[in-house]
């Protein structure tokens, strides 16, 4: 922060540039993002006490720091914090204080989609205040119309996680769609978006982009598919494309947007390396966006049963460089810089390669 934001994106092009040096892409132009007020999703810690609670982070010492002003949540994460900071003192709801091990609440993740529309969640350490956040949701739908999904996340450990594996969704809604352009996808409380909806656009823009200009693309596989992104927006008439995911709520998210899209795209849930193995045959175009440890098991099975086309992409170039090194087979063609996290030095970045038969 505090660089300008054309030295920033410069700055990671050269570093990318160096990473991916050793395979020779030709470089598209970065997708910029906006500089501020990018983010679809808030996680915040809450400190204090339920009358003057703070949103944001934890200090060292574990007492709560307040970011309600941060430039960098979307308008209607931001402009939904005043009502939420009157809804914890409604609900009497005793921000968790980490050194004594007392208190319920202990993050609010909250979700914007291009709609305005919000995926509300209060991370609890027990049941305790569920009743009391049943009785005043009425008061906070009334405050925040746009709150299409509200539910109580249980984290009953003391561990550095956000959230917990227990979901109670208090709304008749559970599911935020996410309109984007010709194709809505649907998330759930516990699903993984991308994080800048501009860059998502441009990602999935991207995939599609490539995958209309290579002849042959008969069969797509999307591992790692999420909602089910990828798939979707480069499903089309005569391609048969599956998309594989290991959560089975977001695969239950990915079939109710194809469905209402019109698309032939089959998802499955299973865990991608497995799951290559077990679709039978090699697709002509293989689409992975993996977390940040890479493809790890994968490589193995790519390298001995490569596509002909390969679209890749990275939330960290160092293990995308690394496996790209391991797929030696392939070539890479094009690269992209895709600024998902302006103010930082973390990126997104997606290549185009092809195998060298």
């Known amino acids: 922060m505090g660089e ?10 050269e570093r990318l540039a160096e990473l991916l040096a050793p395979f020779a892409p030709a470089w598209l132009p970065p997708a910029l993002s906006p500089e501020s ?18 949103l944001g982070i934890l200090d060292r010492d574990m007492r709560g720091v307040d970011l309600r002003a941060c430039g960098l949540y979307e308008e209607p994460i931001t402009a939904a914090l005043p009502a939420l900071t009157e809804f914890i003192g409604r609900a009497r709801l005793t921000p968790f204080d980490v050194p004594s091990g007392r208190g319920e609440l202990k993050n ?14 209060f991370v609890l350490r027990s049941t305790e205040s569920v009743v009391r956040i049943r009785k005043h949701v009425a008061w906070l739908r009334a405050q925040l119309p746009n709150a299409r999904v509200i539910s109580v996340n249980l984290l009953p450990q003391r561990a550095a996680l956000v959230e917990g594996e227990e979901e109670m969704v208090l709304t008749r809604e559970d599911t935020l769609p996410f309109p984007l352009g ?47 992104g990828f798939a979707l927006h480069v499903a089309g008439p005569g391609r048969r494309v599956t998309g594989v995911e290991i959560s ?30 077990k679709l039978g045959g090699t697709p002509d175009l293989l689409i992975v966006n993996p977390p940040r440890r890479g493809l790890t098991d994968l490589t193995e099975w790519i390298a001995a049963n490569p596509p002909r086309w390969l679209i890749y992409s ?17 070539a890479v063609h094009e690269a992209r810089l895709m600024d998902m996290f302006p103010q930082t030095a973390h990126m997104e970045c997606m290549v185009l390669a092809e195998r060298v038969d």
């Open 4 to 13: 300008a934001y054309p030295a920033q994106v410069a700055d990671k092009e």
């Open 314 to 330: 990275s939330c960290n170039p160092t293990t995308l460089a690394k496996d790209l090194q391991l797929l030696d087979s392939f």
């Open 182 to 228: 010709a194709v809505t996808l649907y998330l759930t409380p516990r699903s993984f978006f991308q994080t800048n909806t501009t860059i998502a656009r441009a990602m999935y823009a991207q995939a599609r982009a490539w995958a209309a200009g290579l002849d042959g693309v008969r069969t797509v596989w999307d591992l790692y598919c999420g909602v089910g």
């Open 108 to 121: 609010i993740l909250i979700t914007a989609a291009p709609s305005g529309e919000l995926l509300l969640r």
């Open 248 to 277: 089975e709520a977001a695969v239950d998210s990915a079939r109710r947007a194809a469905a209402n899209a019109g698309s032939s795209a089959q998802f499955f849930a299973g865990d991608a390396a497995r799951a290559a193995g």
């Open 37 to 54: 007020h990018f983010r679809n999703k808030a996680k915040l810690a809450v400190g204090g006490s339920a009358q003057a609670p703070t």
